[in-house]
């Protein structure tokens, strides 16, 4: 298999005496035979247990902000539009406080995510970045709090992880591009999502924000200084996870339970931000930006920082749960 999610899931299927039979490689495409000779077919991590319609939900940003809206858990002011004439994009029909977030509305991977944008020129030329993925595109406000993700699976709490952008520690040594390029070397990093990290992609949009830091490629920044290659903390750019599952906070517990069945899915990644994941919820603001049906493991069972978590169990131990009857 390609992906490392179903490969975790396989291996510990494996650990747990259930056989495995590969029908696709390319394609992630494999099934679980239990103990009793029942099994379920999965493909990546995604073995049914999610109905599509809740899926389809959570794929789709404006849904899920109704939903958890009804249950009265907080989410970004957020502004939808549908832009059928990237020429002719106007904005002044809109009351929007910056700085903003622009996104895509049914799409994920974090493709098409801007943050940070100040002012409507930035907003109008990073919509029409969000438009190669969804007609459909959102503006919601942004505050610089602290990123986590959060695993439930079955409704109750499994994991949770902060999310770090990708960036490079200086050593008073070597060029910002060359301490990328050491870094990229890293046997933990590969291309997608093939290993425990994904290599630091160096775009147009990271060389924008290195100079926003008052960097370029070529500098050589004084030694320990932490230089952010990103402005965004996405998996397939090169973040990294610091795993926070002893420290989060039981009233934020309960309300990612009390989301999780609010959009009805069984098993969900929870992208949720605070100021301060230890403390209770009405201490902080905080609130709730994406909820992901198919959740990345790799981030539980090989953070960068503190205990690994074994995610992977949870789901087969509900699959065998849900299937083997």
């Known amino acids: 298999m390609r992906s490392i999610s179903p490969i975790i899931i396989a291996d510990q299927a494996k650990k747990m005496w259930f056989k495995i039979k590969v029908l696709d490689n390319y394609n992630d495409i494999f099934k679980v035979y239990f103990w009793d000779r029942t099994s379920c077919l999965f493909k990546n991590i995604d073995c049914g247990l999610n109905l599509w319609i809740w899926a389809r939900f959570a794929i789709e940003k404006k849904l899920t902000y109704i939903m958890l809206g009804l249950k009265k858990i907080r989410v970004p002011k957020s502004v939808v539009l549908e832009i059928n004439d990237e020429d002719n994009i106007n904005l002044d029909w809109y009351d929007i406080n910056y700085p903003v977030v622009v996104k895509p509305n049914g799409w994920e991977h974090g493709d098409g995510v801007s943050v940070n944008l100040k002012n409507k020129a930035e907003v109008i030329v990073w919509i029409k970045n969000a438009l190669k993925y969804d007609k459909e595109v959102i503006i919601q406000e942004f505050f610089k709090w602290e990123d986590f993700r959060i695993i439930v699976v079955n409704h109750k709490f499994v994991a949770a992880m902060k999310r770090v952008p990708a960036h490079?520690?200086?050593?008073?040594?070597?060029?910002?591009?060359?301490?990328?390029?050491?870094?990229?070397?890293?046997?933990?990093?590969?291309?997608?999502?093939?290993?425990?990290?994904?290599k630091i992609l160096v775009d147009n949009d990271s060389i924008d924000y290195i100079k926003q830091q008052w960097y370029d490629l070529q500098d050589i920044p004084e030694k320990w200084k932490i230089v952010y290659i990103r402005k965004n903390a996405n998996l397939s750019t090169g973040w990294i996870s610091v795993d926070v599952t002893d420290l989060i906070h039981p009233e934020i517990i309960k309300m990612c339970e009390k989301a999780s069945k609010a959009i009805n899915l069984k098993v969900c990644w929870i992208d949720y931000i605070s100021e301060d994941i230890t403390k209770p919820l009405k201490e902080q603001k905080w609130w709730i930006i994406e909820i992901n049906s198919i959740p990345g493991l790799r981030w539980h069972h090989f953070p960068a920082v503190w205990k690994p978590r074994n995610v992977a169990k949870k789901i087969l131990e509900l699959a065998y749960k849900t299937y083997h009857w």
């Open 168 to 198: 490079v520690i200086a050593d008073g040594i070597h060029t910002i591009k060359d301490l990328i390029n050491i870094e990229n070397n890293n046997p933990d990093r590969a291309e997608w999502h093939l290993q425990a990290l994904s």
